[in-house]
């Protein structure tokens, strides 16, 4: 069975940066969507960033354009997410997914079959 481990969260001041990391156990046919997706205590889940597995497409919730990068070391079997720039209303628990599915669906979280535990990412106000 696929396994996602995610790793690199913390608390970081406003301003700073983390990277996150998705160690996945193996890539299978039926993934070709790689996600980070975060959750807000009483929010709703929702994609970050997402990336083709297949070739460069990436895409990006318009809340983290320009601050985020989604990129993958294939040899790794790793998925990364730099942060920058990061704001009190980053702090979610961050979560690695993977599915196959068309590139519109690639921020939703309905065709993610495969889910990582998560790490907490905390930036104080």
């Known amino acids: 069975e696929v396994q996602l481990v995610e790793s690199g969260g913390g608390s970081v001041q406003a301003g700073g940066s983390l990277r996150l990391s998705c160690s996945i156990s193996?890539?299978?046919?039926?993934?070709?969507?790689m996600g980070w997706f975060r959750q807000a205590p009483g929010k709703e889940r929702e994609g970050v960033a997402a990336?083709?597995?297949?070739?460069?497409?990436?895409f990006y919730a318009d809340s983290v354009k320009g601050r985020f990068t989604i990129s993958r070391d294939t040899e790794k079997n790793t998925v990364l997410l730099q942060m920058n720039s990061l704001k009190p209303e980053d702090t979610a628990m961050y979560y690695c997914?993977?599915?196959?599915?068309?590139?519109?669906?690639?921020?939703?979280?309905?065709?993610?079959?495969?889910w990582g535990q998560g790490t907490q990412v905390t930036v104080p106000s």
């Open positions: 990336i083709y597995t297949f070739g460069d497409d990436t």
């Open positions: 997914a993977a599915g196959r599915m068309a590139a519109f669906q690639a921020l939703g979280v309905s065709k993610y079959d495969y």
């Open positions: 193996e890539y299978i046919y039926t993934i070709n969507y």
